[in-house]
């Protein structure tokens, strides 16, 4: 890739993002599943970016980190819900790496709370792209920080009722309530508008990486067909109808 | 001493909390270094870090040191004189101990070693300095024992209070007190 | 050029690690061993290096996860909770193979225990304590000059088997000092770490490089299912058992009775040996310094020669496991443990003096 400077340069107008591998992995998900459709995202803007050769991705435990075999940049398992404690370290002692973990709302918010709020009191120079699918994806759809009230999982049979399980956390709020926190934002993919701007928005999460400024963080709304008992439209449209009330997208900080 | 015990030194210091007992084993300890090839210090005092039990075990010498903890030592030094009934089974047959009087209590049985008292406590608040009888005590041991050369102990003093002369001057005063002690009772 | 210093055990460990080219130092702070954190947050930065002060024991053990697949040299130190906390990724280490450092400093247990010194947590540390059943080298100094000698060793074999290795120490140790000949070991040569990620730019092959600790999930290249990488770890094992045993016997030779221990209570027993031997009493010592690999064979052969056999721990046993373990039955095996202390509270230790009453009633 590295020696391929004049192709790398050339604006790619369809296809699959170059550091792709064949066939993409995309196949390792049910259909309707949008967080293909983030990882290719990612996989832009660290192109467009002009990124990919420093980047390091660090992933958590989910179905969001089936990506560690469909691309080809440098990437890290980690134990579930500690992404952001191996990322913390890899960026103190490698500055010069763009470092960012992948992780689903489960693994950041629930496991993965304390490493979560670790980075931000900190104010780690990393990036954090969170995926939020309201339930654990991997494991048959349980629920998650972020289910709704109301919505049925395997563990809340009759619907989550806040006075046995809470309420939904607003994870990019959070996030920008820190001051550690320099960029927070909410992005989804459920239309070609919503896509561009999610994409802007891990743009400039990076970019405030780049900077040297300190954490930055993007939830983005996804998918889950199968977990959701819906079809790969309907889904989109409970994104619209329920889920965008209740998880408002927009530029939180920054 | 260096006849009997060859070139190792073992000494156990106790007092209470805030007394300086463990600094006085560390600049013994560091003083020591300079002329023994082996040196070891071990602290140990209560969950109270001051007004509790506090005691540390000093050992220098040519040959490697089995243990820095051991049962009982060459010397003695006793900070807090009600405490010398509690640490004299701690002592060799022909060591010594150096005790502060302040505090002693009558009615010891004879055993084989040898005792002196010295009035640290007394001196310190002669020279109108309370916090400075470990010192005093410090110098009695090395003018009974000549462990190591006084000078190394100053040269540790220096170092320690490089910062503050006054500090220095009262403490190379008492330890200096005590070595005088120290010799004209072991002549 | 060694430099000769005056150093607290806790503090040797710091030394140690700078000697051996430690990138960056993790940690919590957790008694007995907060001088060690301390060390390092006054050392490392101002020579450039990394330390940080995680959010949990969990934070700093995952911090060398990630230092480690970076490629750097990563360590972390703690007492007994803190080490409970952090077993899940040290199997996590194992499994995705990366070199680290975890100091343990014990201190009494179960639960929080005592915050004094203890020698509770071998079976943990032996036997791999987090999920999965895997090994880890454990090196158990005796001395502070050994802490500062066998965190660089910790280094060297971390690299060399791509394994976490752990350094036991105790409370005892950590907070005696002692004279110690600061210095670089050189342990030879070992090889690059070209599976490290550093971003693919900087890969000599240009190749992206995958980390993962699940090889029954995504196999692991070279290794084409779960079962052929489980080969290979196991003939790591094999290897690490057959090549790093390392232990030092003390007047053993004519011994009709040897002592067992590692850590402070062997320096304890060291003194009673010498203590028996003034007396006539032939009495000896062996001391694991590697408590895994352990050292069943040296203890095998003395048993067969009729030895019996005192093992010392501060613990209510533990280590005897692994003598019984050794003696197949053919030998008697007494025990001074935690409940022979001086003094029936957390600061009493066990004392040569003690351990020579059990030598004296066994002999
Ligand atoms: S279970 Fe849900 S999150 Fe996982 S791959 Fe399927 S749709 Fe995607």
Redesign the pocket.
């Known amino acids: 890739m590295k020696n391929d400077e004049n192709t790398r340069k050339k604006e790619l107008v369809c296809g699959n993002p170059r550091i792709w591998k064949d066939p993409p992995g995309a196949m390792m ?2 259909s ?2 949008q ?1 293909p459709v983030i990882h290719r995202i990612i996989s832009e803007v660290l192109e467009e970016m002009d990124i990919y050769e420093e980047a390091i991705c660090i992933l958590g435990v989910g ?1 969001h980190a089936f990506i560690q075999v469909s691309w080809s940049i440098d990437t890290l398992s980690c134990a579930h819900g500690r992404a952001l404690d191996s990322a913390t370290a890899i960026k103190r002692l490698n500055p010069d790496a763009i470092v960012f973990t992948v992780q689903g709302d489960g693994d950041c918010l629930a496991i993965g709370a304390g490493a979560f709020i670790g980075a931000m009191t900190r104010g780690e120079r990393i990036t954090t792209i969170m995926y939020n ?1 309201t339930n654990y ?2 494991t048959g759809g349980q629920l998650a920080p972020t289910t709704l009230i109301g919505q049925k999982t395997t563990t809340t049979p009759l619907g989550r009722n806040p006075k046995l399980e809470g309420y939904p956390v607003r994870a990019a709020e959070l996030a920008a309530d820190f001051e550690g926190t320099v960029y927070s934002a909410r992005g989804s993919v459920n239309s070609p508008a919503n896509y561009k701007r999610a994409k802007k928005y891990i743009k400039k999460a990076f970019q405030k990486q780049i900077d040297g400024l300190g954490y930055s963080f993007v939830e983005v709304l996804s998918a ?4 959701w008992h819906l079809s790969p439209v309907d889904c989109i449209k409970r994104i619209e109808e329920e889920i965008i009330p209740e998880f408002p997208l927009s530029e939180i900080k920054g | 001493m260096e006849e009997k015990f060859g070139s190792r030194n073992d000494v156990i210091m106790a007092g209470l909390g805030g007394m300086g007992v463990l600094s006085a084993g560390k600049i013994l300890s560091l003083a020591a270094l300079k002329k023994y090839r082996y040196v070891s210090w071990l602290p140990s005092y209560g969950v109270e870090k001051r007004g509790g039990l506090c005691e540390c075990t000093v050992i220098f010498s040519n040959e490697e040191i089995a243990s820095p903890i051991i049962d009982r030592a060459q010397s003695l030094i006793i900070f807090e004189g009600s405490q010398l009934k509690a640490f004299e089974p701690r002592i060799l047959s022909g060591g010594i101990i150096l005790a502060e009087s302040s505090g002693m209590e009558d009615g010891r049985e004879a055993r084989d070693y040898k005792i002196i008292e010295v009035p640290g406590l007394e001196i310190a608040v002669s020279m109108g300095m309370g916090q400075i009888n470990n010192l005093i005590l410090l110098g009695s041991y090395v003018g009974v024992t000549d462990a190591v050369p006084p000078e190394l102990i100053e040269e540790e003093l220096e170092i320690r209070y490089k910062t503050r002369k006054e500090v220095l001057k009262r403490n190379q005063e008492a330890f200096r007190r005590g070595i005088e002690l120290g010799r004209t009772v072991e002549g | 050029m060694a430099e000769r210093m005056f150093v607290q055990g806790n503090e040797a460990v710091g030394w140690g690690a700078l000697y051996a080219g430690c990138d960056g130092f993790f940690g919590y702070p957790i008694t007995p061993q907060n001088e060690v954190t301390q060390w390092f947050a006054s050392e490392f930065p101002k020579r450039g290096k990394v330390f940080l002060q995680s959010q949990s024991e969990v934070g700093s053990i995952n911090m060398l996860y990630g230092g480690a697949a970076a490629g750097f040299r990563v360590m972390t130190s703690t007492s007994s909770p803190g080490w409970g906390l952090m077993q899940e990724t040290i199997s996590h280490c194992v499994a995705a193979e990366l070199p680290c450092i975890i100091v343990l400093v014990q201190r009494g247990g179960p639960g929080a225990g005592s915050i004094r010194h203890a020698q509770m947590d071998y079976i943990s540390v032996t036997r791999g304590g987090g999920q999965g059943g895997y090994k880890n080298i454990v090196l158990a100094p005796a001395s502070v000059q050994e802490i500062h000698d066998l965190v660089q060793l910790a280094f060297y074999l971390a690299d060399k088997y791509r394994n976490p290795t752990i350094v036991l120490a105790d409370g005892i140790l950590g907070q005696v000092s002692e004279s110690v000949d600061v210095k670089t070991i050189d342990f030879g040569p070992l090889n690059e770490k070209d599976w490290a990620l550093r971003g693919i730019g900087k890969q000599k092959d240009g190749k992206c490089r995958l980390i993962n600790s699940a090889a029954g999930v995504l196999p692991v290249p070279p290794y084409p299912n779960y079962i052929s990488w489980l080969r290979h770890m196991d003939e790591k094992y094999k290897q690490m058992e057959a090549d790093e045993l390392r232990y030092e016997t003390y007047k053993a030779e004519d011994a009709e009775l040897i002592l067992i221990a590692y850590g402070y209570t062997a320096r304890v027993s060291k003194e009673t040996v010498n203590m028996a031997r003034l007396q006539g009493l032939k009495v000896g010592l062996i001391r694991p310094i590697t408590a895994w690999p352990f050292p069943y064979d040296i203890i095998r052969e003395k048993a067969i020669q009729g030895c019996k056999f005192l093992v010392v721990v501060d613990s209510l046993g533990l280590l005897i496991e692994d003598v019984k373990i050794a003696v197949e039955s053919r030998a008697d095996v007494g025990l001074v443990s935690i409940l022979d202390r001086h003094l029936p509270t957390d600061g009493g230790m066990i004392m040569p003096g003690r351990v020579f009453e059990e030598v004296k009633r066994l002999i």
């Open positions: 998900y049910c309707g599943c967080h179905c699918n994806g991997t889950c067909p199968p977990n």
